[in-house]
């Protein structure tokens, strides 16, 4: 099972993105836990996944939860701006299994 977090500003605009996500996981047989939330709860979050994408407007947060995940052993990475923005669930999903190492 791959826990895939997404933090964003609110938590609300990557939730689209997650069903997207989900729907391709389940087409290509993958077992994935994957949810969002909004950055002041990603920091809790963290403890329950395998890797953080946060999304392209929190950017200029990366070194901050860099130093968490680092801490917490977690890869980490920014969402595409161009997969965030056409909601591409499979582009987004791959670069997650890539972080975490499938």
């Known amino acids: 099972m791959k ?7 609110s938590g ?17 047989g993958i077992e994935a836990k994957i949810w969002a939330v909004a950055q002041d709860q990603a920091q809790k979050e963290m403890d329950k996944a395998d890797v953080l994408l946060i999304g392209p407007q929190m950017r200029f947060l ?10 917490k052993g977690i890869p980490l ?22 972080l975490i190492g499938k």
Not at 3 to 9: D, G, T
Request: proline residues 2%.
């Open 77 to 98: 990475d920014v969402i595409d701006p161009v997969a965030y923005g056409r909601i591409d669930g499979e582009a987004v999903l791959n670069k997650a299994l890539e």
């Open 12 to 28: 609300m605009s990557t939730s689209l993105l997650v069903s997207k996500m989900e729907e391709v996981a389940k087409n290509k």
């Open 3 to 9: 826990r895939i977090l997404l933090a964003c500003s």
């Open 62 to 71: 990366k070194k901050k939860f860099e130093a968490l995940a680092k801490e």
